[in-house]
């Protein structure tokens, strides 16, 4: 007898995919809406844009598939099936677990456009979200609204910040990125070809299973607006009065406990644009030379020391392939796997490629999750964000003294 598919309330489908480490931490990844194969996503794509569909398969994204929003849905329920989508994969991480929910310290939220219904302020997703799987009111959240840089940002708050230190965490990394991008009116080709629906969540202890050493956070803005969106959070923040100064693009609404990066404006009567070449030019000229620098001061304080792999978010194939060869050429022997096969999630995707590498094994990496054992995190995105770290995972039994109460 067949499996009956999993399904959000609503009835749509979500495909679900559990992954473990060899010290305990789960992660579940989950994939909802319509299932577009990568030929059906082309043949859209060449019917609403004009474009020739042998000119869209020269210029391959890397993606097998992509999750698509049902067009038919209004926006609230959309939103709904986002939310909808977290809970049901959080309660899943939370049983993978074997927590009790009285137990889980803390929620953490990362998020590119949030969205919750009916609301014009900064949503508080985090609290929306844990309220939503019963947890205790106070536990401490955080929101991270920072495109697809959010998830590596909010792993190295999760482990630099008292307020979460040591506690049972659940990371939830959601976007369901096609309520933008079903209208081929209000979004550009490449958009519409590449994001898809996803929400990655990880049930990690920090301190006690995993650590965070070299983290490095910087901003570059994207000055010109190669890659814009529109902010569902911007009503409440403070204007841009000099777009040198990188630190106004990254602001802090204490109100909704949420850190933000400004993203740029899409044009008139677009919900999310992205010049195609300019955007790869930009990651290209900024992320680049800063992961290559921060690598080099890695090794640099490790010499002699095999660079672990590194997992990074996967924004399509041609940018990805950008990195891979700027280690190639300079001699980095470091693997970088591309696991988004199923669409890039923006704030998802990261988490999503993470918890696929604690199955991932190639040539001399094996068990790279074992204790002892870290991997580099790189992740960048709109607006300008860019984030490196080494996570390094723990023997939780030799550090059940940073648990908190």
């Known amino acids: 007898m067949t499996e009956a598919q999993p399904s959000l309330t609503s009835g749509t489908p979500i495909d679900i995919d559990r992954h473990r480490s060899a010290a305990g931490i789960v992660g579940i990844n989950g994939q909802w809406g319509t299932r577009l194969s990568r030929d059906a996503v082309i043949s859209r794509a060449s019917e609403y844009y004009k474009v020739p569909e042998d000119e869209l398969r020269k210029k391959d994204l890397g993606f097998d598939c992509i999750y698509q929003t049902d067009p038919k849905l209004d926006h609230d329920a959309a939103i709904a099936d986002e939310i909808d989508a977290a809970v049901t994969v959080g309660n899943e991480v939370i049983e993978e677990r074997e927590w009790e929910k009285p137990d889980v310290g803390g929620v953490i939220v990362a998020s590119g456009m949030p969205g919750i219904n009916g609301t014009t302020s ?10 939503r799987l019963g947890l205790k009111s106070d ?11 959010s998830p590596a940002y909010g792993l190295a708050a999760a482990h630099e910040r008292k307020a979460f230190q040591g506690r049972r965490i659940l990371q939830v990394n959601l976007e369901g990125m096609t309520r933008y991008t079903n209208d081929p009116k209000r979004a550009d080709i490449t958009s519409y070809r590449a994001f898809s629906n ?21 901003i570059t803005p ?3 607006g190669v890659l814009s969106a529109k902010m569902t959070y911007k009503d409440k923040t403070r204007p841009i009065t000099d777009p040198k100064d990188s630190n106004q693009y990254w602001q802090v609404d204490p109100e909704s406990d949420t850190e933000m990066v400004i993203m740029a404006e899409p044009p008139e009567g677009y919900d999310i644009w992205m010049d195609g070449l300019a955007t790869f030019r930009f990651f290209g000229r900024n992320s680049g030379p800063f992961l290559m620098r921060e690598l ?20 399509s194939l041609p940018v990805f392939d950008l990195f891979v ?25 990261l988490g999503k490629v993470l918890h696929r590498g604690f199955d991932y094994h190639e040539g001399n990496v094996k068990d790279v999750t074992e204790p002892g054992k870290s991997i580099i995190i790189f992740a960048f995105g709109a607006g300008g964000s860019q984030e490196f770290a080494e996570l390094v995972f723990l023997d939780p039994n030799l550090n059940r003294e940073r648990l908190a109460a």
């Open 122 to 131: 900064i949503p508080n997703f985090a609290r929306e979200i844990a309220d």
């Open 139 to 149: 536990i401490p959240t955080l929101n991270v609204f920072a495109a697809c840089n």
């Open 198 to 218: 996803s929400v990655s969540i990880t049930g990690y202890v920090s301190l006690v299973e995993t650590e965070i050493r070299h983290h490095k956070h910087e």
């Open 222 to 224: 994207d000055e010109n």
């Open 296 to 315: 080099k001061a890695y090794m640099d304080a490790h010499p002699g020391k095999q660079l672990p792999p590194i997992f990074a978010h996967n924004p």
């Open 325 to 349: 060869r700027d280690l190639k050429r300079n001699e980095i022997a470091a693997p970088m796997p591309f696991l988004a096969w199923d669409g890039n999630s923006s704030a998802a995707t």
